[in-house]
């Protein structure tokens, strides 16, 4: 046995051959420090803590038709779920993404957005690459970035927009059917305009809100597309105000469409699509104009127009206060 010493270091002890048994051996008796320096283990570097939690904001778009809406399901594929399984392959993290609303299923978005927190410190870019490498086709992270950890897609939202497509050609392209509501029928546009300045302003929306079996557990949910900043009114509460609401008529090669476009301060369940599907009825004369104050004042979703199929609707945009999205290091 060879001892080993330099000024101000731990002694370290170095066993060439021993001619003692091993209940005899001095090495039994050393303590564990000794021990570890016999077998050459460094001890002078400590654990190094793990990296903090940073907030990530997603700007994603996505196809809806092939999923049972954003929220995950048992069993089911959703566009939460899909991004939530991209996570845990690229990073090896698997936060849930809250998404700034949900989405139903066939509902398609042009720049939803989604938050969540991780640990790995992985560039912008790299996630965003790494992320449409192993999502689905139809799902395209637009944009990552690194946000203020008070962050959150649906509570930090301060307003949103919504759009809808109507077909007016009578033969609708099978390449557009999943995308656009046909609608042949005779129609009124400037019904159409005037039955969308209706809906400006504050009011309570409860005839055009859903009335599914589910809608108190939605209520109930802090992940549903009640989709009310929640600095506003509470979850249950169906007073939104809406800042703009319009039709107009787009001309594509495929055909001509007339489309919706609303942006307000939340959106209920379905709100969107049974505005939709009110306004047709007006455009195509099944109700007069003079009946939409009686609607909304009814408080009653039987007093209003059918539900709009939600192949035809778009989560438009998400804006939020600047200060909510940017780093003070940017």
């Known amino acids: 046995m060879q001892i080993l010493a330099a000024p101000g270091s731990l002694t370290v002890i170095a066993c060439r051959k021993l001619s003692i ?31 903090e939690l940073q907030t990530w904001k997603l700007t994603l778009a996505y196809d809806g038709t092939d999923f049972s809406g954003w929220q995950v399901q048992p069993g089911e594929a959703t566009i939460q779920g899909e991004l939530q399984a991209a996570l845990r392959r690229v990073t090896g993290e698997s936060p849930l993404p809250q998404g700034s609303g949900r989405t139903d299923a066939g509902v398609h978005a042009l720049a939803q957005v989604a938050s969540f927190a991780l640990r790995a410190p992985i560039p912008a870019g790299n996630l965003q690459r790494a992320l449409n490498r192993t999502l689905p086709a139809s799902i395209r992270i637009l944009e ?13 939202a301060v307003a949103k927009t919504y759009e809808y ?6 033969i609708c392209p099978p390449f557009l059917a999943r995308y656009v509501f046909a609608c042949p029928w005779p129609m009124d546009f ?51 105000t809406i800042f703009s609401s319009a039709w107009e008529e787009r001309r594509t090669e495929a055909g001509d469409l ?6 307000g301060n939340g959106f209920l369940h379905h709100m969107v699509r049974n505005l939709v599907g009110t306004m047709l009825d007006v455009g195509r004369g099944h109700l007069e104009l003079s009946e939409i104050p009686a609607i909304i004042a009814a408080r009653s979703r039987s007093a209003a127009g059918p539900t709009a199929p939600a192949r035809g609707l778009f989560q438009h945009s998400v804006e939020y206060d600047e200060q909510e999205v940017v780093l003070e290091s940017e």
């Open 144 to 156: 990552a970035k690194t946000v203020p950890n008070a962050f959150h897609a649906r509570h930090s």
């Open 21 to 51: 048994t091993h209940s005899h051996s001095p090495l039994r008796w050393l303590p564990l420090e000794s021990n570890l320096l016999s077998k050459g283990i460094p001890v002078t570097e400590l654990a190094q803590p793990a990296p």
């Open 165 to 170: 497509r109507v077909f007016r050609g009578e």
């Open 258 to 263: 007339l489309v919706y476009r609303v942006r």
């Open 190 to 240: 400037e019904a159409l305009q005037k039955s969308a300045q209706f809906f400006v302003g504050e009011h309570d929306f409860l005839s055009f809100a859903a009335t599914d079996p589910d809608l108190a557990s939605r209520n109930g949910d802090a992940s549903t597309e009640l989709d009310q900043k929640m600095k506003g009114p509470p979850a249950t509460a169906p007073v939104r």
